[in-house]
């Protein structure tokens, strides 16, 4: 009936879970139907007890974010004319420009949303998708992680703005003008496809793990 | 105000009785016996949708919450008029939208010459060539999707705030909302406006607009009105008063 993993997780903690009790919960709604009703007849969400499917979805969407974030780092994210001098910089170059500025606080904010959360980020996602493949249980910090990584995901976006009302405001002819540079797309393609990732992830498999090709 | 009991506290009462120690004590026939039966009453159980574990639906005051057991997710949190104050929110957001889309936004001065921008401006800064898909992006996550959410709750809850029926498709539209909630990124842009102020403080004089406080203002309400939400009461609402 059900795998290791929920014997596992039901000893630490004695709760019954709809899929124990051989229920299916719909994941947008929490209405509880028997096992075998495709869909929910209040929300009509498609009805699945566990998605391992969206693991798939998950390393898919994980794997292009990484990907896409390699160029964002490398390529200047902006380019500012001053004076007839054109000066070009990176996420990084950014921050360090922001610190020579004596903006410490600043630096911190843009330095913690471009690079501490992206690639925390994937790391996390990474290893929670791990553990649920590998059949491991989770505990409720990993569940929080989870959360975590669902919540932060957002203001990675922090940057990309900065460069739009950088360079809509500045646009002062010779004295100034400043434009976005090819990072800022591919910055702006890293945060959203690790967040479809996040988003796509179904926590219900956080907690128990089944094995794959487990029935209900 | 809000308290925050779990679902089954030490409450001597039967019903309130968790489900976990009556399906535990079971053996497997038994259990199985038991599950036949509940399937009959679903109705009144409900799965975390985070973590799958079981509830009975509990029978809360207006302003209690109640979480899950396992994974603290709010499971139930009826309001006194949670459904008009949605509403509310929703059109003060959109008309302060508006606003802080079309009013100057910031104001940047240098040796006598000037720029006034509004969000407008910001969205079509990567209007030229491949930076075109990202002005579209920025405007979709910080103009259309915030202003689809409104529009999207005021359909689904102004008229059951005024006692009617639910709309024709309010399930489908709830779920767009729902779906467009962590792409809807005004409080972001926010920070990304005081970065950017930071960034050009040294370069010129900056000024802010009226649209800049009518976008602060848009973000504290985006936030009161998430407050009164919970998914699970909203559909257990719908549900209701689909049938009735
Ligand atoms: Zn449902
Ligand atoms: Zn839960």
Redesign the pocket.
Known sequence: MSGDGMANAERAQPVVTARAAGLVGCAECGHVFPVGAERCRVCGTRLVSRDMASLQKVWAWLFAGMVVYIPANVYPMLRTTTFGRTQESTIVGGVFDLIDHGSIGVALIVFVASVVIPVSKFIAIAYLALRVQRGQPGTASH?HLYEFVEFIGRWSMIDVFVVAILSALVQLNFVATIHPGIAAVSFALSVAFTMISANSFDPRLI?DAPREGTQL | MISLAPFFDNSPEPVRQPLRFRANRLSPVARIAYQTAMTDSVSDLIA??????LHKLPQLEKGAQA???????V?MAPRDGAMTRIVMLSITALILMIAAVFFPFLELSVKGLGRKSSVFDAILAFSEGLMLPLSFAVAALIVVLPVTRFLALIYVFAPMALGWAPARQAREVFKLAEAIRPWAMAEVFIIGVAVALVKVAGLAQVTLGPAFWAFVGLVIITVLKDNFMCRVTVWQTLNARSQS
């Open positions: 569940f907690w | 975390c949708p985070k973590c799958d574990v979480k899950c057991v396992r994974c603290g997710t499971l």
